[in-house]
């Protein structure tokens, strides 16, 4: 009971504490700034124009930026003594008394930018009370064209800590020798928005004494030249960054790098070209400059460069690691020969932007680089393939990353073989390799793949079967549905048994094999999102791995009770994301069983699905729901679905009696009359594509119906008998039907243009049910006209038993002749002859 006592007073003792603490920092004396427990005042963008008094005394930073200060005092923080961060960016500051800061010795972080400051207004000992300053901040603030502005060296020589200054750029001046002072001075940005950094020029001058500095930023100051070795001061620098300077061009940076210092690590030259610049070239001295520095990142983004000047990579430092030149327009060179040389080159990204085409070398142009590319059987140009042995590309040693996305390079990947290399990542994504052909050899240790966005609609089986370590492939955003759909390409992903994702969004996929994902076992992530695809029928057991299934914006009823099983199995050992959001599941008694899956797998929470309100379950008469309350839709679907049932079963029962008996009778009909029906199908379709006029002007004496065992007697002595003696026309099927007709319209055409159809009766004929479909049409043409259609020549005896019913019947109804075997033959030819020209 004490102890349960003791703990009660320490409770309240600690929400007073709490309560107290509140009253400190939150009330009234911070109003309507935000002082926190760390020592903070929040004053941000509160329309203040003085520094609030009642601050706590306590406070070790304080936030003031955007709001609408103009003048500092002597006083202004006389109660802030504690202060080491002070950002009064973006107010409209133009009067600073002289003794502003002196109350401030602890200050580590001054910002006065954006404000309406003049260098002129910075008194000689305006800091120096800030022997601790670190970082000051006094950028944009002046306008630059005023030709009496100096650097205020007298008003900083006194920052004796001072490790970073960001400060704006003066046309034509130089940092006077009151900047030698500043020893720990590493950190100089001279940068600016607007207008308000123009220097215009650098000269040898103009940083004659800042020679401590280490990094150094002119960016966005409208600099048109820098003179030669305007850098050459500062021995130990080892960042240079002159972005944004349009007009500086690589002639610029040249002289910038004359005689710069070995220590030289980061090279940054973003923009310094016109953005409408053509034919840029890097040529040698530029790389000449950087040859015995200690570079290793190189960034030159957006400034369209064409190529290098033959021999210029070959001078670029060991160091070199990395490369960045987005936007460029490279073409093809003598330059290429070179790459190769760049042995520490370890990440290149020359990827492009939106609506850029780049240049693509000839078939000639090709041929004549056998260093880089010794064939070029890999490339198709404009559909046009080259049986040349596999493209051979020859690639830095130790390079790891390439990114050349949105380049808009165009080719059919076919036969390439890549030389040596340390390959781990490629991006390739958003061209127009339209063709996945392969074989691709060479890559065995790349683990990133994306070949997303381009247009892809074809790919082979083999192309990824040297991707032995691939670990992450992306090929979503293109057409490969119907390649999916190819049982030829069930084992596209056979090789990739190390594959961790895999994202197939937006490729148009309706069907695909059963087997295509069948040894993937390393898969974790899956992504089949954006397609339509109907079913998910493929094994997901083997992958004891995957923990997000991305299926979602498909055309998915419901998945299959294997598949969820499979789900649940997996979800026994790790959780597991099933996204199945917009497709349109259905409400409906039928797929309860699966809506009741999700109730329950989501309950167990080891299956994730989601934003259940994303999920749309649509009944059969056409309204829907959203399944955020899973449960509630679950049971009112329950409900009615029992109170249907047993209507809906007797309905059933009585609806199948009745089915059954209709189906019945109408077969029976349907085989009663079948010939009728197929004469009547076949003679409409002769009517309606005749091309002569229907009168009773027949153009065959008679059409002979005969099986190919009895041709024999039809050519040697039945059409000799009858056309050569008798000067009489008979349709021969194999002479006279109209080649590239369907069969059946043939007959029905030679039955209705010919008086008579002989039919050579024998146990070769009925045995071919295209003999028998001849018969039975020139039966129905004696019913439906009502002349004298069918005589029948028996060749053989045939005993009745083995004579089907039907053509029984012709014979008992119909005349016909025996042909005789033996014996006189003259008295069975006049007969035929005379029944036939009756």
């Known amino acids: 009971m004490l102890l349960l006592f003791n703990n009660a007073v320490w409770i309240q003792m600690l929400l007073a504490s709490v309560t107290v603490v509140d009253m400190v920092f939150n009330q009234h004396p911070c109003v309507p700034c935000k002082c926190m427990v760390n020592g903070t005042a929040d004053c941000r963008n509160k329309g203040l124009d003085r520094i609030p008094p009642s601050l706590p005394n306590y406070t070790q930073e304080l936030l003031f930026s955007g709001n609408k200060l103009t003048e500092l005092y002597n006083d202004s923080f006389v109660h802030l003594t504690l202060l080491m961060r002070l950002d009064l960016t973006n107010n409209n500051v133009n009067l600073i008394e002289t003794a502003a800061f002196d109350l401030l010795p602890n200050l580590r972080n001054l910002s006065l930018q954006g404000n309406n400051l003049t260098y002129k207004a910075f008194s000689p000992s305006l800091f120096h009370k800030l022997s601790n300053l670190k970082i000051l901040m006094i950028n944009d603030n002046i306008v630059t064209c005023d030709p009496i502005l100096e650097y205020p060296s007298d ?44 220097m215009y020029g650098v000269t040898e001058e103009t940083f004659k004494y800042l020679p401590y500095l280490e990094h150094v930023k002119l960016v966005n100051c409208y600099l048109h030249y820098i003179a030669k070795g305007s850098f050459a001061h500062q021995d130990n620098l080892k960042t240079l960054d002159l972005s944004s300077n349009h007009e500086l061009t690589f002639n610029g940076v040249t002289n910038a790098t004359y005689r710069i210092a070995s220590s030289l690590e980061g090279l940054f030259i973003d923009a310094i070209v016109s953005p409408f610049a053509v034919c840029v070239v890097i040529e040698k001295p530029f790389c000449e400059n950087l040859q015995n520095t200690s570079l290793t990142e190189l960034h030159a983004n957006s400034n369209s460069v064409t190529m290098f000047q033959e021999g210029a990579l070959n001078l670029f430092p060991k160091s070199l690691k990395n490369i960045y030149m987005k936007g460029s327009r490279f073409q093809y060179g003598a330059y290429v020969f070179e790459i190769p040389s760049l042995f520490g080159l370890e990440v290149v990204d020359i990827g492009g932007y939106v609506n850029r085409r780049l240049p693509f070398p000839s078939l000639d142009d090709f041929k004549h680089m056998p260093v880089l590319f010794k064939s070029l059987s890999s490339v198709y140009v404009d559909d046009v393939y080259s049986s040349y042995p596999p ?50 050899i060479g890559f065995e240790k790349l683990e990133t793949l994306n070949l997303s966005y381009n247009i892809a609609n074809f790919a082979t089986s083999q192309f990824f079967g040297s991707f032995k370590n691939l670990k992450h492939l992306d090929i979503s955003n293109n057409l490969l549905g119907t390649v999916l759909g190819n049982i030829s390409n069930g084992n596209m ?25 069948s040894n993937l076992s390393s898969l974790r992530v899956l992504n089949i999102s954006k397609n339509t695809i109907y079913a998910l029928h493929f094994d997901i057991i083997h992958m004891k791995n995957l923990s997000v299934l991305q299926c979602s914006g498909n055309q998915i009823h419901w998945l299959t009770k294997t598949f969820t099983t499979s789900l649940d199995k ?46 749309v379950c649509i009944y059969d008469d056409g309204h829907s729901v959203e399944l955020d309350n899973l449960e509630k839709v679950v049971a009112d679907l329950t409900s009615w679905c029992q109170h249907v049932s047993v209507h809906f079963g007797l309905f059933v029962g009585i609806s199948l009696v009745v089915l059954v008996t209709f189906s019945v009778l109408i077969c029976s009909l349907l085989y009663r009359f079948r010939w009728k029906l197929k004469y009547v199908y076949y003679a409409a379709r002769h009517r309606y594509s005749t091309t002569h006029s229907s009168n009773h002007t027949f153009v065959y004496d008679a059409f002979v119906s005969f099986a190919e065992e009895d041709r024999d007697f039809v050519v040697n002595e039945l059409l000799v008998k009858l056309e050569e003696e008798s000067d009489m026309r ?38 071919s049910s295209w003999c028998v479909h001849e018969l039975q049409m020139a039966h129905m043409e004696s019913v439906s006209t009502g002349r004298d259609v069918l005589l ?26 025996e042909y005789p075997l033996e014996g006189e033959k003259v008295m069975f030819w006049r007969n035929l002859i005379g029944s036939l020209k009756e």
Not at 493 to 517: G, M, P, R, V
Not at 581 to 596: E, M, Y
Not at 800 to 816: C, F, G, K, R
């Open 155 to 198: 008003a900083l020589e006194n920052l004796v800590s001072l490790t970073t200054l960001y400060i704006d750029g003066l046309r034509n001046k130089t940092f006077g020798s009151g900047f030698l002072k500043l020893k720990n001075l590493t950190h100089l940005a001279i940068q600016s928005r607007g207008n308000k950094c123009g």
């Open 792 to 817: 029948i020549i028996m060749m053989e005896h045939i005993p009745t038993n083995q004579i089907p019913v039907e053509i029984l019947y012709h014979i008992q109804s119909d005349s016909y002749l």
């Open 391 to 440: 493209f051979t590309i020859l690639l830095p040693p130790n390079l790891q990353k390439l990114d050349f996305s949105g380049s808009q390079m165009y080719f059919h990947i076919t036969r390439v073989q890549v030389g040596e290399n340390n390959m781990t990542e490629i991006d390739a994504s958003r061209n127009l390799f339209t063709e996945w052909i392969g074989d691709v």
């Open 730 to 767: 008979l349709n021969f099927h194999q002479r006279d039907f109209t080649a590239g007709r369907p069969i059946a319209h043939n007959i029905i055409e030679a039955v209705k243009t010919s008086r008579r159809t002989l039919v050579i009766l024998s146990s070769h004929f009925l045995k």
């Open 493 to 517: 992903f056979s090789a990739l048994s190390k594959l961790q994702t895999l994202d197939l969004s937006a490729n148009y996929i309706n069907n695909y094999s059963y087997a295509l994902f």
């Open 570 to 615: 997996l979800s026994d050992d790790h959780n597991i994301t099933v996204d199945v959001s917009g497709n349109p599941i259905h409400c409906n008694c039928i797929n309860i069983w699966f809506l009741s899956w999700m109730m329950k797998a989501k309950a167990k929470g080891a299956i994730f699905f989601g934003n259940l309100s994303d999920y």
